[in-house]
């Protein structure tokens, strides 16, 4: 058997650098994920309390432009706009980041930086920009440290920009690469890591080619508990342990599942995983729900429709009231169509977003 070296967070320091870097800027655009196997609980830096795994989506990005200009105060210096308009209310979760990567990233002080963002999805839509856009805004910086140390590799950059996205959000880990990320160290899958996330490495059944995501937004509010609230939860959590171990299972169980491209067992692993999740947040202390009331009319109808036409359609759900629908590539007519008849009005002012597994964060 192969055995990966096992990467430490010493890994991760930077090298001394070769070259300078003048004023300059740098574009990356990064996909939002949704997680088959869920990570709810953490502990340490940012570190997986189980593994996860999720498929990386397409439509749903962030694209960040970091500008970058040397500076000599001993200070961080940045703004944050977001659609070209100072977003003042984002920069106290940057400067956290900045703070905590800083370790890794030496030059951050060196620099004055503008940070542009934008989100292909409607904002305040519901759906979490943290996984795109801490993607996002590492891949900038590891673009930057390479342009100061041209020898960092490709696969190096790639799993240095995802340990840093960790610490900005852990699901953000699984945003740079695709099209399945695992994070979080499993024994049946080579190369997983606490600190990045990491290409699933086994062979996936064409069942599972353009894996279809429709995304119904069923409540565009602010969510009433944070995922960092929920996380925390988890370290008083009654069921806590049961949950760790369930999750690993499940991604122990997924393995062949995807292999054979076995959709009927795929779909009780991701339902359950969405259902196992939204427990863990009813049986906290304190207690709290998220899912709404047109978040269980969407599930009774996926399970009603599943039923009555055979179709291997299902659902999965993040920390929030919006549904994911996952459905296999040849079933897009039929479901689309499904989704338009009933499934409509239970969104709010009508919205979905229809998107599909993708392949990763890009350089524009
Ligand atoms: O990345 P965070 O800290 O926002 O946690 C998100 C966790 C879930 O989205 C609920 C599950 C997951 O694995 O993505």
């Known amino acids: ?46 570190l997986p309390k189980n593994t996860s795994i999720s498929f990386t989506l397409s439509n749903c990005f962030t694209k960040t432009t970091l500008f970058y200009e040397p500076k000599t105060s001993s200070d961080f210096e940045f703004e944050v706009y977001l659609d070209g308009q100072r977003e003042a209310g984002f920069e106290p979760k940057i400067l956290k980041f900045f703070q905590r990567i800083e370790h890794y990233i030496p030059f951050l002080k060196e620099y004055r930086f503008r940070i542009g963002t934008t989100n292909s999805f409607p904002h305040s839509s519901g759906i979490a920009s943290s996984a795109s856009g801490m993607s996002a805004l590492a891949l900038c910086l590891i673009a930057m440290e390479q342009q100061l140390n041209p020898s960092i590799t490709t696969d190096y950059f790639n799993q240095k920009a995802s340990f840093l996205a960790r610490l900005g959000s852990g699901s953000a880990c699984r945003s740079v690469e695709g099209p399945l990320i695992v994070w979080g160290e499993h024994a049946s899958i080579p190369g997983s890591s606490h600190l990045f996330g990491t290409k699933y490495p086994f062979g996936v059944h064409k069942n599972f080619d353009n894996y279809q995501d429709t995304i119904l937004l069923v409540d565009k509010g602010e969510k009433q508990v944070s995922s960092t609230v929920g996380h925390e939860l988890m370290h008083k959590h009654p069921f806590a342990e049961e949950r760790f171990a369930q999750a690993n299972s499940n991604m122990e169980k997924l393995i062949p599942v995807l292999r054979e491209g076995n959709l009927d067992a795929f779909i009780k692993i991701v339902e359950s995983e969405a259902l196992s999740l939204h427990a863990m947040m ?34 999965t759900l993040d920390a929030g009231a919006n549904v994911h629908i996952l459905y296999p590539e040849g079933e897009k007519t039929q479901v689309y169509d499904f989704i338009k008849k009933e499934l409509v009005v239970y969104c709010q002012n009508s919205q979905y977003i229809c998107d599909q597994i993708g392949k990763g964060a890009k350089k524009l």
């Not at 869920?38 to 830096?45: C, D, L, P, S, T």
């Not at 049986?283 to 978040?295: A, E, Q, R, V």
């Not at 269980?296 to 039923?307: C, G, M, Q, V």
């Open 282 to 315: 009813m049986t906290s202390m304190p207690y709290f729900i998220l899912m709404k009331p047109n978040t269980l009319e969407i599930i009774n109808r996926i399970w009603k429709y599943r039923n009555e036409t055979g179709s291997k359609v299902c659902f």
């Open 1 to 46: 058997m192969y055995l990966c070296p096992t990467m430490t967070e010493h890994d991760f320091l930077s090298k001394p650098y070769t070259n300078t870097l003048e004023k300059g800027q740098v574009t990356w655009q990064s996909p939002s994920n949704i997680a088959l196997v869920k990570y709810w609980g953490k502990y340490g830096e940012q």
